[in-house]
């Protein structure tokens, strides 16, 4: 058993240490079996467990329990009797443990509270367990097994969970700020557990009191719960002033601070409270607080504190939205009465309205009719605008009477039964007119009903004649039609237009009252706004409604619903007289109105028109009047007209167009219009050049200091309010005018100051006046910034101290005397131009020279003697020319240098003064360094005869002329090897002791190629330069040369050449870097590029393909020599031609005569030439036998037009000179050829020399 105990880690360890012998069950080594297997299975198992064993119920217990349940009572709590471990829960636990240790039956408890005292205070536990019976080894119950689960942060979370759901899900009773925070203590108080009691504080306005709103399970006039602190009590109950701040506070010991604390749910009191403040959100200050008492048989710890920061948080929810709830309402109830008080309003004004206008429409109407004493027409044409807007405001103000009462339920209708079809058709055929003149088709569609319809007259008629009216102001095309249908128990009215369209974003508003479509496109701006919103009103009054559909651009229906609300009436028809005058003077109104819309749109076509053919006057201000109210419009030109051109626009558009034909001198223009408003246009005229600052005056029926702001914030001139008398908009016309003269003369004035002020700046030139009588001297911007000085500097200096401080002391007699008016000699130059130069200080120590010119002049109204004059500073000037001076001396020296680089390049480049028969060659270079026509890269060509021809590039690191000196000796020791048949890698070789002589810090490369035409092949060696490369029709190109040696200057030695053989029209290309390399690229790129363009242009002539290889290579031009060969195989081989060897021991001059002699007669060549090549072949076979090792062999070639005549030994190859005579070695043979032959010559090849001669045919 102890090695059990010992495996089980600490507990083991410490059931060891138990004193076993004063327990009844001895040492473990004396343990019954069972026992064993008990402890064994209790502290193997990870599950919580306990057991007791023995007549003591002695306890044992695993690590699990220990952890979980145990506490403070571990390691004490081993081997003691169960009894005393648990006693303070014996009552609740021991009787369970009796009846399973005398009835052998296990128990079972879900989540039992238990108050256990672990932690050093009594604690509340919740514990979900089962106690089992232990038996010993005879079976004999000797002991319990308890296996348990503590559930008590589950059961106190649940219960926490409950109450912060209940005080979230608010009643809708809840309304106001006293219910809300009953609720939140009624919810609180249903929790005593977590909550024993509950305490709502709220702060006064001033925060300087809290009063109590709240209490959950505190008894009333309790101590804790005082009605009212004072922030500024430190004796204060609660710690208010903590809280006030926002700051959350735990209160300790409550039983010493008050009697009788509550106790909640528990039947001890709470020991502590936790005080946290109720406010909006974290950032706002607190507007009351909350004092929660704690469970004292829970620790307060950081979950406690969340619980009770959420309880705080939902019931400062609660609070703020009643409080929103309680504002909305009043504000709701404000709104209601300012909006009653508005109705009020419109129904007084409007009543009084109507008095004036009887007394103004009755006269106006008497004088008009008046027949005995008849209006002259001028004062008729008054009197007409006067009546017809007369008429207008009185339909407004009637129908603001009708919306009011209708709003206000004091509309009582007069309903009578109508025949509604025949009245509908009466009311539209009113607008025929006005529809006619506007362009526009009326369509009617009037079913006959089967009865008349109980409505009343007066309302259908406006319903009728406002939907036409709206219909006829927003549709430009198309037409109108209107439908009268019966439908079931129903009258449906449609009035459907092809107008512009109503957004589906404003149907949702279409018939709220003083709702107006903004931006909409109608023939008038003008209206009320409550159109349509009494229409609404009118269609519920006969207990119908009225709908809309529209969609943009394409138009728009209303339909209006009523019942057929058919009963029996003794009132008139729509048959009778009455109902018939009440048509018509219903639809008066409405369509002199709408006639007005129309008739003013073609009048106003006619004014403008007139206004631009009448009275226009070049000398007389322009002057544009916009207002969409043809009245308003026809009366504001008719006033100006007598002093102004006038022009006048129905809207902004058509403002803005007339202003951009033709500027004005003045905008007039209402705010308020259709399609472009007043400040729409006044922008628009603003941000066009051609319009912009043409003065605009606003005219506007908004009035007050908040309109006159707003339309001279938007940058109006001027703003005149509605109504006006003629002179104000007179004089504030003129005013206008004779402003916007004045800024015009300015800005032609401040503007010629700054073109002045800008020439003479930017040609430094400053102006100056000076009182000859007087110290004082006036100087222009650009002369004080001459002289360091500004204008008051110079003032206060004065005219002697100035020039003495900044003119030079050599020049300053001349100075002085010239600002006298005299010269350098003292006499007066009154009438004469004093000029002269002088130096002035630049304020750095230097001085600027500055050439003057001045004159005298009498001051016509004071008789003064002035001195005026400019002055510049032509110091740059001096410095120019002193400067061209030098560069004409320097171009002379470049122009020489240049002849001398020019002829130096003449002479190092080659001048080919011979032709090639077998290739076609093209060259180009061009040095890198800008100015200049040499440098180190270069080309060559050598005949080196018997037709073959050495390609020469190379390339010496650098520039200029030094490079070009090292070239044209390289260039010199090519030709010379050359001339002396050395092989091409043997020449490459010799060339690098030449480069090692010249100086070790020159890098060569160079490639060095021979094209051999009897065979067409191409033999070259390269030192470390660019491969060429060879073009073949038909195949991609190829770089030659293999892997190239180092460089000249090296040691180069052993340098593998290449040979291969070129079919007719192969071109072979040999160049030098400057062509192919570019900062930032590959090389091997430039190289692959420059093979593409050569592929792509082989067919140009070759001529041009130099050229266009540049070109395409380096589009910006070459940064580096570049020097470029191209040479193309133009001939097939020799079309005759014969090989033949000769062995030591032959006749072989004898045979070579016989043989020579006999191809030559075969191939036609005439007998002179014969004669010539047959002695020429035997003297170069026998000095081959004679002179050279065996084998011999003999080449002869013929092209046609030459003999090309070649020996070939195995001897030694050493260079000789090219005119023998007889008495050198071996003189006479070679002096023969030499004397028969057009050109001969040696040359070594890979297994010996050669000796060739050529002779031409015919």
Known sequence: MRATLLANGEIGHDLLAVDWDSTPLGQPETWPRSLQNAVRILLTSRFSMWMAWGPDLTFFCNDAYRRDTLGAKYPWALGRPASEVWSEIWDDIGPRIDRVMTERVATWDESLLLFLERSGYVEETYHTFSYSPLADDEGNVEGMLCVVKEDTEQVIAARRMITLRDLGSRAQSDLTEADTIASACRHLGENGLSVPFGLVYLFDDDRRTARLVGTSLVPAGHPMAAPRLSVADPAAVWPVAELVAGRSSTVDDLPSRFADVPTGGWKEPALQAFCVPLAQNAQSSPYGFLVLGLNRYRPFDESYRVFAQLVAGQIAAAITDARTFEFERRRAEALAQLDQAKTDFFTNVSHEFRTPLTLLLGPAEDALADQSDPLSPGQRERVEVIHRNGQRLLRLVNSLLDFSRLEAGRSQPEFTEVVLDRYTSELVSMFDSAMQSAGLTLATDVEPLEAPVWVDPDHWAKIVLNLLSNALKFTFEGGVSVTLRQQADHVVLSVSDTGIGIPDAELEHLFERFHRVHGAQSRSYEGSGIGLALVSELAAVHGGEVQAESKVGEGTTFTVRIPLQGRASDGPTADSPGHSLNAQEQSRGFVLEAQRWVDGESQHRGSRAL?????????????????????????????????????????????????????????????????????????????????????????????????????????????????????????????????????????????????????????????????????????????????????????????????????????????????????????????????????????????????????????????????????????????????????????????????????????????????????????????????????????????????????????????????????????????????????????????????????????????????????????????????????????????????????????????????????????VTFYTDGLVERRGRDLDDGI???????????????????????????????????????????????????????????????????????????????????????????????????????????????????????????????????????????????????????????????????????????
């Not at 592929?1095 to 910006?1116: D, F, N, Q, S």
């Not at 070939?1208 to 002096?1231: K, N, T, V």
Request: charged fraction near 25%; hydrophobic fraction near 40%; charge should be negative.
């Open 1088 to 1258: 692959d590029a420059v093979a593409r363009e050569l592929e792509r242009l082989r067919e140009i002539p070759l001529g041009e393909l130099p050229e266009r290889l540049v070109a395409a290579g380096m589009p910006e031009g070459p940064d580096d020599d570049v020097a470029l060969l191209i040479a193309r195989v133009n001939a097939q081989p020799f079309a005759a031609g014969i090989t033949h060897r000769f062995r030591t021991g032959e006749l072989a001059a004898a045979s070579a005569r016989r043989l020579v002699e006999h191809h030559l007669s075969e191939w036609g060549v005439d007998d002179d030439a014969v004669h010539d090549v047959v002695l020429m072949a035997s003297e170069l076979v026998t000095n081959a036998m004679v002179h050279g090792r065996s084998p011999i062999d003999l080449l002869l070639r013929s092209n046609g037009t030459q003999i090309i005549l070649e020996v070939q030994d195995r001897g030694a190859y050493r260079p000789r000179r090219m005119s023998p005579s007889e008495d050198d070695e071996r003189g006479r043979g070679l002096h023969i050829v030499a004397q028969l032959a057009d050109q001969w010559g040696s040359r070594s090849t890979t297994n010996g020399k050669s000796v060739w001669a050529t002779r031409s045919l015919g």
């Open 611 to 1067: 206004a631009d053919t009448v009275g226009a006057d070049a000398e007389r201000p322009r002057v544009l009047v916009v207002d969409d109210n043809a009245d308003m419009r026809h009366y504001m030109a008719g006033l100006l007209a007598a002093e102004y051109e006038v022009q006048t626009a129905s809207d902004g558009v058509e403002a803005l167009r007339a202003a951009f034909r033709r500027p004005p001198d003045l905008v007039v223009t209402d705010v308020m219009m259709p399609h472009l408003d007043g400040f729409g246009l006044l922008h628009a005229l603003n941000d066009d050049p051609r319009t912009v600052g043409v003065p605009v005056l606003m005219v506007s029926a908004r009035g007050g200091e908040d309109g006159t702001i707003e339309g001279l914030e938007a940058g109006a001139d001027d703003y005149l309010v509605k109504p006006f008398a003629a002179r104000e908009l007179l004089a504030r016309v003129r005013v206008n005018l004779e402003l916007d003269r004045v800024r015009r003369t300015r800005r032609v004035l401040e503007h010629s100051q700054t073109l002045l002020d800008q020439a003479q700046r930017l040609a430094k030139v400053g102006s100056w006046e000076a009182d000859l009588d007087a110290d004082v001297l006036l100087a222009s911007p650009e002369l004080q910034r001459i002289m360091g000085r500004t204008q008051d500097q110079i003032d206060e200096l004065g005219l002697d101290r100035l020039m003495r401080q900044v003119v030079h002391p050599d020049d300053l007699p001349l100075v002085l005397n010239a600002l006298q008016g005299k010269d350098s000699e003292g006499n007066s130059v009154d009438d004469q131009l004093i000029t002269y130069e002088t130096r002035l200080a630049d304020g750095s120590g230097g001085y600027r020279l500055a050439h003057v010119r001045a004159e005298v002049v009498i001051d016509d109204g004071s008789g003064r003697r002035l001195l005026r004059g400019s002055l510049q500073d032509v110091t740059e000037q001096r410095d120019a020319e002193l400067a061209l001076a030098a560069s004409t001396a320097r171009e002379e020296a470049s122009a020489r240098e240049h002849a001398i680089a020019d002829e130096l390049q003449r002479s190092l480049l080659p001048e080919r003064d011979f032709e090639l028969e077998h290739l076609d060659v093209a060259t180009y270079y061009r040095a890198g360094v800008e100015g200049t026509q040499v440098g180190g890269d270069w080309y060559d060509i050598i005949d080196m005869g018997a037709g073959r021809t050495a390609l020469v590039v190379g390339d010496v690191m650098g520039r200029g002329v030094r490079a070009a000196a090292v070239m044209g000796q390289l260039r010199s020791g090519v030709r010379a090897f050359a001339k002396m048949g050395v092989r091409p890698a043997e020449v490459l070789e010799h060339l690098d002791s030449m480069v090692q002589d010249l100086g070790a810090d020159h890098i060569v490369t160079c490639v060095y190629a021979v094209f051999d035409s009897t065979d067409q092949t191409l033999t070259l060696a390269n030192a470390g330069h660019l491969p060429p490369l060879l073009v073949v029709p038909g195949e991609p190109a190829l770089r030659l040369g293999g892997s190239a040696a180092p460089p000249l200057g090296t040691g180069v030695f052993g340098i593998e050449p290449q040979t291969v053989r070129l079919q007719p029209d192969a071109i």
